[in-house]
């Protein structure tokens, strides 16, 4: 039984996030991408989960299946706005017997169609609480360095957040394209007396649309010189490919001087940017 709190004390980790993919071809392409990425022995995978339960089966699935056959733990992302606290409760309790012991605990966006959310939850913080009813998982949250979108202001955002990471075990960040964001956010946590460590999320992107649109709903801001440089790749894949993993070797190599607690990469279920990140930075797995 491998807790992701005991890893960090040992740390720094390496981790990698994947999503449930749609299609069984999807589906087979990401078992083959599992299985290159476990050659680098990470410290842990993530699995994503469709806000409102749409993968509640494809995540449970495959963070069982992962768990049980590597060496690594997989920790599956659980979203509560829209879910009742009895779905909640029966899903830990199968995570649990599965053998899974760690949760990353998100509020989850509410309804895109303007509607209000369904269920018994708000924010986070209430699924952190109940997932420790449930049992004694480690809890990872989620951080906005950049504020969360729906953040009224600054001082809010962080006291929400400070209060969050005091009842959880970590915490893992959204993308950023700046390093500054992310170590002013660990400088404001340690101000407002915060020790929970924090993992920074780096995205190898691999597409100039996509990177645009994520970053805007993220509150993401692109510094000027890489909109000029996602312009001057738009239209070539293997170009846009490749500035993703110049941009976040860079980004991995500015956080381990700063002596982060851990490297979260957002894998998008494609082993090739990933080890090429290691390769250009000399990362040997250990
Ligand atoms: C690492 C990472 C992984 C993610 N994985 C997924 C995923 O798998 N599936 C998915 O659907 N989404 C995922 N998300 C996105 C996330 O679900 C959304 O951003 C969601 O809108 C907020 O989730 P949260 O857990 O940060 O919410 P919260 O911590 O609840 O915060 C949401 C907003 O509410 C405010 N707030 C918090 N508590 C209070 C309070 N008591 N009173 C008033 N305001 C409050 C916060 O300041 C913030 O503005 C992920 C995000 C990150 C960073």
Same mark, same amino acid.
């Given at each position: 039984? /491998?807790?992701?709190?005991?890893?960090?004390? !040992?740390? +720094?980790?390496?981790?990698?996030?994947?999503?449930?993919?749609? /299609?069984?071809?999807?589906? &087979?392409?990401?078992?083959?991408?599992?299985?290159?990425?476990?050659?680098?022995?990470p410290?842990?995978?993530?699995? /994503?989960?469709? @806000?409102?339960?749409?993968?509640?089966?494809?995540?449970r699935d495959?963070?069982?299946? #992962?768990?049980?056959?590597?060496?690594?733990? @997989?920790?599956?992302?659980?979203t509560?706005?829209?879910?009742?606290? *009895?779905?909640?409760?029966?899903?830990?309790?199968?995570?649990?017997?599965?053998?899974?012991?760690?949760?990353l605990?998100?509020?989850?966006?509410?309804?895109t169609?303007?509607?209000?959310?369904?269920?018994?939850?708000?924010y986070?913080?209430e699924?952190?609480?109940? %997932?420790h009813? %449930?049992?004694?998982?480690?809890?990872? %949250? @989620?951080?906005? +360095?950049?504020?969360?979108?729906?953040? &009224? =202001?600054?001082?809010?955002?962080?006291?929400?957040? &400070?209060?969050?990471?005091?009842?959880? =075990?970590?915490?893992?960040?959204?993308?950023?394209? =700046?390093?500054?964001? $992310?170590?002013?956010?660990?400088e404001?946590? *340690?101000?407002?007396?915060?020790?929970?460590?924090?993992?920074?999320g780096?995205? +190898?992107?691999?597409?100039? !649309?996509?990177?645009?649109r994520?970053?805007?709903?993220?509150?993401?801001? #692109?510094?000027?010189?890489?909109?000029?440089?996602?312009d001057?790749? =738009?239209?070539?894949?293997?170009?846009?490919?490749?500035?993703?993993?110049?941009?976040? /070797?860079?980004? &991995? @190599?500015?956080?381990?001087?700063?002596?982060?607690?851990?490297?979260?990469? $957002?894998?998008?279920?494609?082993?090739?940017?990933?080890?090429?990140? $290691?390769?250009?930075?000399?990362?040997?797995?250990?």
């Open positions: 039984m /491998t807790r992701i709190a005991d890893l960090l004390a !040992a740390g +720094p980790t390496w981790s990698f996030e994947f999503f449930p993919p749609k /299609t069984s071809e999807g589906m &087979v392409s990401l078992i083959d991408t599992v299985e290159e990425l476990s050659a680098l022995k410290d842990f995978v993530s699995v /994503t989960y469709g @806000a409102g339960g749409t993968t509640r089966s494809t995540t495959l963070v069982v299946k #992962i768990n049980q056959e590597r060496a690594y733990p @997989a920790m599956p992302h659980l509560c706005v829209g879910h009742s606290r *009895a779905e909640l409760v029966s899903l830990l309790e199968d995570y649990r017997a599965s053998g899974i012991h760690n949760v605990a998100l509020a989850g966006d509410p309804p169609d303007g509607s209000p959310a369904v269920g018994d939850f708000t986070a913080s699924l952190v609480e109940l %997932v009813e %449930v049992d004694h998982f480690t809890v990872a %949250v @989620a951080a906005f +360095p950049e504020l969360h979108p729906r953040s &009224v =202001d600054r001082a809010e955002d962080r006291r929400h957040l &400070v209060a969050k990471l005091a009842t959880a =075990d970590f915490g893992m960040t959204q993308f950023f394209w =700046d390093v500054d964001h $992310y170590r002013v956010m660990v404001e946590l *340690a101000e407002a007396g915060s020790t929970t460590p924090v993992l920074p780096v995205m +190898p992107f691999v597409n100039v !649309a996509g990177t645009r994520m970053s805007a709903m993220n509150n993401t801001a #692109i510094p000027t010189w890489l909109e000029e440089r996602l001057a790749v =738009d239209g070539d894949p293997e170009a846009t490919r490749k500035l993703g993993v110049e941009v976040a /070797t860079d980004l &991995v @190599a500015s956080l381990l001087e700063l002596g982060v607690p851990g490297i979260h990469l $957002y894998a998008m279920n494609r082993a090739q940017s990933i080890t090429e990140i $290691y390769d250009n930075l000399g990362i040997k797995p250990r």
